[in-house]
Nanobody, 115 residues
Framework: QVQLVESGGGLVQPGGSLRLSCAAN????????MGWYRQAPGKQRDMVAG???????NYAESVKGRFTASRDNAKNTVYLQMSSLKPEDTAVYYC?????????WGQGTQVTVSS
């Protein structure tokens, strides 16, 4: 069982930056594939960024060049650095962890991009 707690969301103006954090418990965090998803009102939950247990990353086309995912296995934490934010980035952002067919989700953190 893995528990994930996101933090760092908030209100930011277009063009601004935010860094989301996701802290995980459990002794084998380093083995998990981690990811960030987001869900806007009335839309499905979509993948934003993924980061493998070896640190390889992949991104949705809409965020490439603007968002960067990273992980610190010593701190059991994964990050999402978001820059050049746009109003269409507004959503609830969820942290994901997966290993051996088991999936875990955080409670989500709201990101609102508005002037």
């Amino acid at each position: 069982q893995v528990q994930l707690v996101e933090s760092g969301g908030g209100l930011v103006q277009p063009g601004g930056s935010l860094r989301l954090s996701c802290a995980a418990n459990g002794p084998i965090f380093s083995l998990y594939h981690m990811g960030w998803y987001r869900q806007a009102p009335g839309k499905q939950r979509d993948m934003v960024a993924g980061i493998s247990n070896t640190g390889n990353t992949n991104y949705a086309e809409s965020v490439k060049g603007r968002f960067t995912a990273s992980r610190d296995n010593a701190k059991n934490t994964v990050y999402l650095q978001m820059s050049s934010l746009k109003p269409e980035d507004t959503a609830v952002y969820y942290c994901y962890a997966g290993l051996g067919g088991s999936d875990y989700w955080g409670q989500g953190t709201q990101v609102t991009v508005s002037s």
